[in-house]
């Protein structure tokens, strides 16, 4: 990778401009999930070791160049200190003068960046002026990657830049999974919908060795295929790109794993009387809502050949038991073949990661991504902006 890191950095006594998201839940006037600010710190730690100041460029919500009181960023900063374990000064429009002049160990955090019209814009000017307060930059927000802003790709451009922690472990877990991969690669896709995944399914079908489609969108390529869906989410009018797929797949010789068995009922909500048919057999009134055991074993069986996973969606309803069954089983056997050394596993996206975490199979898992929009777009095969200005 063209890139470099914190290590190949001299911050001493310099600005280190860092990207950051923490972009967090809050309600009440109070952070409600951490975990974004948690996982930045091990970058703020390492400049500050290094004698840097980390000045922190950071969206919040989408107040579209306008600036939103209740979009403020001073409303993390509170759960900031907490996490670093020190104060940090909150500045509404930084200088650079008044930058120089903070003592050494200073931490600040800078109003929300969408609050100038130029950010989203990636406005020269709002570059310029951004470049002009630090001596390096650092990104560490690769869930921002896949926007070209001012602060994520301009600013990159005008400064010595340079990847943080969190940005390097994910671009590391991604270049393990599909730049480099050790073979043979499945990756999983589940989820509604065909159509919003059209450019990951065509990407995927040329990468790897085998593609488990589940969710929703396995009913649309069993409909395609002839077979009878009943009630069951389907969109029918993407039965001719279904198969192009599929026929795209045997050409570049990946393998397509669909639904062998399916659990339907006619009902969607928890406990809902269900049974367990073959993937051909679901009656006209009912809904497919998850994969059978005959298809989780099937998928543990090609999980036991591989040895690098990507995962993007479940497998089945997984919000409401039972319908969450293949995904959990599939979830735990993806685990624990990567606790037993077998098996590189990365996923990504909101569904994803909530669905690992139900089935307590997350903390096994190679490396989780919390980057959806930008997870699913490398998933795609697209440059993203801000990585591709790193290796400028």
Not at 96 to 101: G, H, K
Not at 355 to 384: C, D, H, P, R, V
Request: hydrophobic fraction near 45%.
């Amino acid at each position: 990778m063209s890139w470099k890191t914190l290590d190949d950095m001299d911050l001493d006594g310099k600005i280190v401009l860092t990207r950051v998201d923490i972009n967090v839940p809050v309600a009440d006037g109070q952070v409600t999930d951490a975990t974004r600010i948690t996982r930045i710190i091990p970058t703020l730690k390492d400049i500050l070791a290094k004698g840097g100041v980390p000045v922190l460029l950071a969206h919040f919500g989408r107040p579209k160049g306008q600036v939103v009181p209740e979009m403020s960023l001073r409303i993390v900063q509170p759960a900031l200190e907490e996490a670093l374990g020190q104060a940090v000064t909150f500045v509404e429009r930084p200088s650079r003068d008044a930058l120089e002049a903070l003592p050494a160990g200073s931490v600040v955090l800078v109003e929300n960046t969408r609050f100038a019209a130029g950010e989203e814009k990636n406005d020269p000017q709002m570059a310029d002026f951004l470049a002009s307060l630090g001596d390096i930059y650092c990104n560490d927000a690769f869930s921002a990657a896949h926007r070209a802003h001012a602060s994520t790709e301009g600013v990159a451009r005008r400064l010595p830049s340079c990847a943080g922690r969190l940005m390097q472990a994910e671009l590391e877990a991604l270049q393990s999974a599909l730049g480099d991969p050790v073979r043979p690669v499945v990756a999983v896709v589940g989820g509604a919908k065909v159509s919003t995944k059209l450019e990951l399914l065509g990407n995927l079908v040329e990468k790897v060795d085998d593609l488990v489609i589940g969710g929703g969108m396995a009913n649309t390529f069993l409909a395609a295929q002839g077979i009878d869906v009943g009630a069951s989410l389907a969109e029918h009018d993407m039965a001719d790109t279904a198969r192009e797929i599929l026929a795209k797949a045997e050409g570049a010789g990946c393998t397509i794993h669909l639904p062998k068995d399916i659990v339907v009922a006619r009902e969607f909500k928890a406990g809902a009387a269900s049974e367990t048919l073959p993937a051909d057999a679901c009656p006209s009134d009912a809904m497919i809502l998850d994969a059978g055991p005959e298809t989780v074993a099937a998928v543990a069986e090609v999980f036991a050949k591989a040895k690098t996973l990507i995962w993007n969606g479940p497998l089945g309803a997984f919000e409401i038991a039972p319908f969450d069954t293949a995904t959990n089983a599939a979830a735990l056997a993806a685990a624990e073949a990567t606790a037993a050394g077998n098996l590189v596993t990365v996923a990504g996206g909101g569904d994803t990661v909530a669905a690992l975490n139900q089935a307590g199979a997350a903390e096994k898992f190679t490396y989780i991504s919390t980057a959806g929009g930008a997870f699913l777009e490398w998933m795609e095969g697209k440059t993203l902006p801000g990585v591709a200005a790193l290796e400028g």
